[in-house]
């Protein structure tokens, strides 16, 4: 004799953010694991900026580009879609619905969906902390620029500084100067020597003492990230009013600049023009499915954090693909923005736009274009919204990092932390910021590119690849369908179902294995990272995915019966108040 689950009704959402209540037939039902309220987001458009906030950040305006002209121009275009509608929206729409559905964070929602996995939120929160080690640094990079802008010469305009070496060669405004494989702009002497100061490091094997200024940097914000946190949803969903909204404001005013320098057609020409012969490279798949995986986060539990606290009916089926497309789009703008002023600098220096493209990564942004815009009229200006845009765009996406570990952490242990969010905030950003000092050192650049490689490359791409095994194959696609139909009032339609089951795990797992066979020799500037570095980096990248086999291990361990009946037990969702009255009335016997 087999179960039957009928469809509850639409209008009986989840009780487990309430205290408990009867159930049917007079019995009290298993208590939710959380005694207070749950908070909720003051209006929707809280919820969006903060999921637009969180999914453009600075790899849209520095990865993106430069991964489109590298692997085919706009022919890029094809992979990167298809990667986006078969790969990065459906796994987008499925954290989002399973947060707004079981409306708790990444450690606790396991137990409710296949709790042998409940080492991937552990996982999750380690990576999440990873990231923050790094991530932050970068953000005080940019506000270190931005206090600098505010001067009537850019400090990075001219050789004309005690930083600079005889290697420096300006060549804006001037003619004759010739462009030597020695040379070294005033922007990368500033962003090398003064920034970072990497001069006063032998590498990762005497990295120096602590930049001071990048210190005060930094701990500006994470006071800022602290006050934003604090409170929960009700303070960071204004916050992104503006953090959220402003780097579409300054996009669009670079963009208008940008087109009308001389030679910013060549750079757009040389971003869109199609190689097609690129689309028979494996390695241009890979990189487009990298790229909208990471674009989008599905994986970091940010996504499960921001939806748990919207109301139990909310459209996330929409709220998916509105912010999926902003997400998409906004980093095709950002390519302009970019290519019209590597145009404008090929064309001032007389080279072509590929010579000039070299720069990714951060150094596209801390010397590429504040190169550029140190020669525009108007520099000044130009120069601080460019760094605030910076600012607004890391700060988005630290909230929502943040947020999951601490949505994920207080939901898992509410009967410590309930009512002490403050407390926990301020422990959480101290445990990020002593975690940041390596980075602030003279050397801290390395470490920077270390973490970056490694904290959340390939590890957060399995963890995103056994999430969505747990709740396709485990917690079974058609109880998942159910839940949003519940939500919703209507099931996900059979090409969803099929990219859950099939197609994005299998992407994941090309990606996961393609990553792992092809690992190019870790280089920043002309250092070459030394084989245990590449080591050390493995054992950064293994000790958050490990938490997933030690927790089985550890579950089946615990749980009492035989094998089979630990196996059994979990694998199968506890039951929670909301499971307890939906198979009290809905379940019928079936033969």
């Given at each position: 004799m087999a179960e039957q689950p009928c469809l509850a009704p639409a209008t009986s959402p989840p009780?487990?953010?309430?205290?408990?209540?009867?159930?049917?037939?007079?019995?009290?039902?298993?208590?939710?694991?959380q005694t207070h309220p749950r908070d909720k987001w003051s209006k929707k458009m809280d919820f969006l900026l903060s999921v637009i906030g969180f999914a453009?950040?600075?790899?849209?305006v520095w990865r993106f580009p430069y991964i489109c002209y590298q692997n085919g121009g706009g022919a890029f275009l094809i992979p990167y879609t298809l990667m986006a509608v078969f790969g990065g929206v459906p796994l987008f729409y499925m954290e989002l619905a399973l947060g707004q559905f079981h409306r708790?964070?990444?450690?606790?929602?396991w137990k409710r969906i296949c709790p042998i996995f409940k080492g991937i939120g552990f996982a999750i929160c380690i990576i999440g902390l990873y990231v923050s080690f790094y991530y932050?640094?970068?953000?005080?990079?940019?506000?270190?620029?931005?206090?600098?802008s505010f001067s009537g010469t850019l400090p990075w305009a001219s050789c004309n500084n005690p930083w600079n070496t005889p290697d420096c060669t300006n060549y804006f405004g001037r003619s004759n100067v010739t462009w030597t494989n020695f040379s070294r702009s005033p922007a990368e002497e500033f962003y090398t020597r003064k920034v970072l100061e990497i001069q006063k490091s032998r590498g990762l094997y005497n990295m120096g003492g602590i930049h001071w200024q990048l210190l005060l940097c930094l701990f500006l914000i994470f006071t800022i990230v602290y006050f934003s946190l604090w409170k929960g949803v009700k303070t960071s969903g204004k916050v992104v009013w503006v953090t959220a909204t402003l780097p579409y404001v300054v996009l669009l005013i670079l963009l208008v600049r940008g087109a009308t320098l001389p030679g910013a057609w060549r750079g757009v020409v040389f971003y869109l023009r199609p190689d097609w012969g690129k689309l028979l490279s494996t390695a241009v798949w890979v990189d487009a499915a990298a790229q909208i995986f990471f674009s989008l986060g599905p994986g970091f539990?940010?996504?499960?954090?921001?939806?748990?606290?919207?109301?139990?009916?909310?459209?996330?089926?929409?709220d998916a693909l509105v912010t999926s497309a902003v997400n998409c789009l906004t980093s095709f703008l950002s390519g302009f923005v970019i290519f019209t002023v590597l145009g404008y600098m090929a064309e001032m220096r007389d080279m072509e736009v590929e010579d000039?493209?070299?720069?990714?990564?951060?150094?596209?942004?801390?010397?590429?274009?504040?190169?550029?815009i140190a020669n525009m009229v108007g520099s000044t200006f130009f120069a601080i919204i460019f760094f605030l845009m910076m600012i607004t765009l890391g700060l988005d996406s630290t909230f929502g990092g943040l947020e999951a570990v601490i949505t994920a952490v207080m939901d898992e242990y509410p009967q410590v932390l309930a009512g002490r969010r403050e407390l926990f905030v301020l422990g959480l950003i101290t445990v990020c910021f002593l975690g940041s000092l390596s980075t602030l050192t003279y050397g801290g650049a390395y470490v920077v590119k270390l973490l970056e490689e490694f904290g959340a490359g390939c590890s957060i791409l399995a963890v995103v690849l056994l999430e969505t095994?747990?709740?396709s194959w485990f917690y079974g696609i058609q109880r998942f369908s159910h839940d949003v139909k519940v939500m919703l009032g209507f099931t996900p339609g059979m090409f969803w179902k099929v990219c859950w089951v099939a197609v994005s795990p299998a992407l994941l797992a090309f990606i996961v294995v393609s990553s792992l066979l092809d690992q190019p020799p870790l280089t920043l500037f002309d250092y070459q990272y030394p084989e245990w570095s590449i080591s050390v980096g493995y054992l950064i990248g293994a000790s958050s995915f490990i938490c997933i086999p030690f927790y089985m291990v550890y579950k089946l361990v615990w749980t009492p019966g035989s094998l089979k009946q630990r196996l059994a037990v979990c694998i199968r969702?506890?039951?929670?108040?909301?499971?307890a009255q939906a198979e009290a009335v809905c379940m019928s016997p079936v033969l």
């Open positions: 009780q487990q953010d309430t205290a408990p209540h009867p159930g049917p037939m007079g019995s009290h039902a298993p208590p939710g694991p453009v950040d600075l790899g849209n708790t964070g990444a450690i606790p929602i932050n640094t970068i953000i005080a990079w940019a506000l270190y620029y931005f206090y600098s539990g940010v996504l499960l954090a921001l939806a748990s606290y919207n109301h139990f009916h909310n459209n996330c089926y929409r000039v493209a070299r720069d990714k990564g951060p150094s596209l942004l801390f010397i590429t274009y504040p190169e550029a095994i747990a709740v969702p506890e039951k929670t108040t909301r499971d």
